[in-house]
């Protein structure tokens, strides 16, 4: 443990430059390029820790066998290409999704910021667990830009990519529609309501079984594991998850300062968090089918400007205080302690 918040303090350390005078956040490019390298390392060399390493080494043995079509063709071009090794694929693999995020995030207002909140709240699920839908991530934060700019070709193509990868991603669809929409503290309010009401009254009566039916019916593998993890072991509604989302939800309201939000990381974001409550109760589809939305909380914050007050200041830091600490919570949660990597094995 003291090995990750030791990497923790040097990105905090290293990261940012405070001026009094106007209240910049400055980073430095070659560190910041320093430390994506070394977390595209630590992924790629990584070995037999988090849940799903083991899963996926069984899926590149069957070639990407139950899988979606894009993460087989890649298991297929490394084994055709470069080497039938899954240590291999795993190095290339991290390859693709670590450095296309730090691409993104190298584009931002706060760089060095974005990178320190990757690592904090999603680098472990997306780079050592949920790898697929990690890497679909990537294609989903370059697809927003093109949907702000009412661009549907590319903007249907990533989103395309990303499926290839993590079906899941085929939510963002909507993204379209809403992502240049403004939304008032009132209206966020009553729709966070709505959606708690409906998920009290009227889920299980109506959504459970209306997916019991199509899954049936329609045959596809998708809805027969929404219906199975729905049909799945339950848990409490009020979770860390959800305070977590709440709590990264008013507190980009405060530091946003105005009524009226045009932020499209914004409008991702509060999908995701309508999503997690549609679904919250069971774990597992809460939190996965909220990944992708809820990773749009990095450049929330690092592409916002900040304004020359020391209380946006530290409002940041706090951003960044809790980050590291849910960072704690996550890798004490798993057995990503002790890191092992195969070079010393």
């Keep these: 443990m003291s090995f990750y918040l030791s990497i923790a303090a040097v990105f905090f350390l290293c990261s940012f430059s405070f001026y009094e005078k106007n209240c910049r956040i400055v980073a430095n490019p070659i560190s910041f390029w320093l430390f994506a390298l070394f977390l595209f390392l630590l992924a790629g060399f990584r070995y037999g820790i988090e849940t799903d390493y083991w899963s996926y080494k069984n899926i590149f043995v069957l070639n990407g066998e139950g899988v979606e079509k894009g993460f087989a063709w890649l298991i297929t071009v490394v084994k055709t290409y470069i080497a039938d090794d899954f240590n291999v694929f795993v ?112 889920f299980d009566f109506i959504v459970v079984k209306l997916l019991a039916f199509l899954s049936q019916r329609v045959g596809n593998l998708f809805l027969q594991r929404l219906f199975i993890y729905l049909r799945g072991e339950k848990s409490s509604l009020i979770t860390v998850g959800l305070i977590r989302r709440l709590f990264f939800l008013v507190l980009f309201i405060l530091l946003h300062g105005r009524n009226k939000i045009f932020n499209m990381y914004f409008n991702a974001y509060l999908v995701g968090f309508f999503i997690y409550i549609f679904f919250m109760g069971n774990s597992v589809l809460s939190a996965r089918l909220s990944m992708s939305f809820e990773a749009m909380m990095i450049p929330l914050f690092a592409d916002l400007k900040i304004k020359g007050r020391w209380k946006n200041m530290y409002c940041v830091l706090f951003v960044c205080a809790i980050s590291v600490a849910l960072f704690y919570v996550s890798v004490s949660g798993g057995n990503a302690v002790p890191y092992r990597s195969y070079l010393f094995l």
């Design 91 to 202: 190095f290339f693999f991290a390859l693709l999704s670590v450095l296309s995020k730090a691409l993104f995030f190298s584009k931002l207002k706060n760089p060095f910021l974005a990178l320190f909140l990757y690592f904090s709240l999603l680098y472990v699920m997306a780079e050592w667990n949920t790898i697929r839908q990690g890497f679909a991530i990537s294609f989903l934060f370059f697809s927003l830009k093109y949907a702000r700019e009412r661009k549907i070709v590319p903007f249907g193509i990533l989103i395309a990519f990303a499926s290839l990868l993590h079906i899941s991603s085929l939510l963002f669809i909507p993204m379209y529609f809403i992502c240049n929409k403004r939304f008032s503290v009132k209206q966020i309010m009553q729709i966070v309501f709505a959606f708690l009401l409906f998920k009290i009254i009227f």
